[in-house]
C-alpha cells in the first residue's frame, strides 16, 4: 500500500480488482483487522480500528463476514456445526434456537436439509455456499468476499455470483470483493476499484470501466499480457 486512500458507502457492493500482489488481500485484511497499516486509518463506522486493542476490536469484527477463497471449513465438523461455529462460540443463544439459524442460513443459500453432510462430501460450490451460510449467519453489517468464485466452472460460479446479490439485497449487507474474475465483477458490483502500484488507480461503475481505453485498465479487464517478448520460430 503507497497511500491507498477508498470510501465504501453502507449498502454498497464494491469490487476491488488488480494483478496478484497489488495488495486487494492485504486491504481485506486490514478492514477486520488481521493486519494493521504502518501508516493510515481503518475507519469504520467513524471509528479508527487501527489503533484498538484486540478487546475493543472484537465487537467490530462482529459486524463483518468473511467468505474465504478455499470457503475454510473444518473438515471434522458437519455443515451444521460449521455454520453454527460462531454463534456456539459466542454462547449467547440456545442449542434450539441455534439450530433455526443454522436452517435460515442454509435455505438463503440453497442448501436446505444439508446439515448432516461433511465438508468431503460437498462439492466446490456447495463448499463456497456454506462458507457464505457460516459467514451471514450473524447478519453481518459488511461482508468480505476473497475471490469467491476461484475454482469453480462458470454455472457454478454464477450461481455464486446470484447468491451474492441475493445476501446483499436480503440482509442490506455492505459488500467488499476481491476477484479476479471480471464476469464476476460485472455480475455483483454497484462501483468497481482498480489497485496498481499500491493506490486505487480506477474506480467507477462497472460499464465505466468496460468503455475506459486507458491500456492498463484495458489490457487487465481484458486479460491481455504485454509482458513477454514475441517468440521467434
Do not use: W
Given at each position: 500500500?503507497?497511500?491507498l486512500?477508498?470510501?465504501?458507502?453502507?449498502?454498497?457492493?464494491?469490487?476491488?480488482?488488480?494483478?496478484?500482489g497489488?495488495?486487494?488481500?492485504?486491504?481485506?485484511?486490514?478492514i477486520?483487522?488481521?493486519?494493521?497499516?504502518?501508516k493510515?486509518?481503518?475507519?469504520i463506522?467513524?471509528?479508527?480500528?487501527?489503533?484498538?486493542?484486540?478487546?475493543?476490536?472484537?465487537?467490530?469484527?462482529?459486524?463483518?463476514?468473511?467468505?474465504?477463497q478455499?470457503?475454510?471449513?473444518?473438515?471434522?465438523?458437519?455443515?451444521?456445526?460449521?455454520?453454527?461455529?460462531?454463534?456456539?462460540?459466542?454462547?449467547?443463544?440456545?442449542?434450539?434456537?441455534?439450530?433455526?439459524?443454522?436452517?435460515?442460513?442454509?435455505?438463503?443459500?440453497?442448501?436446505?436439509?444439508?446439515?448432516?453432510?461433511?465438508?468431503?462430501?460437498?462439492?466446490?460450490?456447495?463448499?463456497?455456499?456454506?462458507?457464505?451460510?457460516?459467514?451471514?449467519?450473524?447478519?453481518?453489517?459488511?461482508?468480505?468476499?476473497?475471490?469467491?468464485?476461484?475454482?469453480?466452472?462458470?454455472?457454478?460460479?454464477?450461481?455464486?455470483n446470484?447468491l451474492?446479490?441475493?445476501?446483499?439485497?436480503?440482509?442490506?449487507?455492505?459488500?467488499?470483493?476481491?476477484?479476479?474474475?471480471?464476469?464476476?465483477?460485472?455480475?455483483?458490483?454497484?462501483?468497481i476499484?482498480?489497485?496498481?502500484?499500491?493506490?486505487?488507480?480506477?474506480?467507477?461503475?462497472?460499464?465505466e470501466?468496460?468503455?475506459?481505453?486507458?491500456?492498463?485498465?484495458?489490457?487487465?479487464?481484458?486479460?491481455?499480457?504485454?509482458?513477454?517478448?514475441?517468440?521467434?520460430?
Open positions: 500500500m503507497r497511500g486512500d477508498l470510501t465504501v458507502n453502507d449498502d454498497e457492493s464494491l469490487v476491488l480488482i488488480g494483478r496478484s497489488t495488495g486487494k488481500s492485504v486491504t481485506l485484511k486490514s477486520i483487522g488481521l493486519l494493521k497499516p504502518d493510515g486509518e481503518v475507519l463506522d467513524g471509528e479508527n480500528i487501527v489503533s484498538m486493542k484486540e478487546k475493543k476490536l472484537i465487537p467490530f469484527r462482529r459486524k463483518m463476514g468473511m467468505l474465504f478455499n470457503a475454510a471449513l473444518f473438515d471434522s465438523m458437519s455443515v451444521e456445526e460449521n455454520v453454527a461455529f460462531s454463534l456456539r462460540e459466542d454462547r449467547r443463544m440456545k442449542d434450539k434456537e441455534i439450530k433455526e439459524k443454522v436452517a435460515e442460513a442454509l435455505e438463503a443459500v440453497d442448501l436446505a436439509g444439508q446439515q448432516s453432510k461433511m465438508p468431503a462430501e460437498l462439492s466446490g460450490g456447495m463448499k463456497k455456499r456454506v462458507g457464505l451460510a457460516r459467514a451471514v449467519i450473524g447478519h453481518p453489517k459488511i461482508m468480505l468476499y476473497d475471490e469467491p468464485t476461484a475454482g469453480l466452472d462458470p454455472i457454478v460460479a454464477d450461481s455464486i446470484k451474492i446479490v441475493r445476501v446483499c439485497e436480503k440482509y442490506k449487507v455492505t459488500a467488499i470483493t476481491v476477484t479476479h474474475d471480471m464476469t464476476s465483477a460485472y455480475a455483483i458490483a454497484d462501483r476499484a482498480m489497485l496498481y502500484n499500491g493506490q486505487i488507480y480506477f474506480q467507477g461503475t462497472p460499464e470501466i468496460q468503455k475506459s481505453s486507458d491500456p492498463i485498465i484495458y489490457d487487465f479487464v481484458n486479460g491481455i499480457s504485454r509482458d513477454l517478448p514475441v517468440l521467434e520460430l
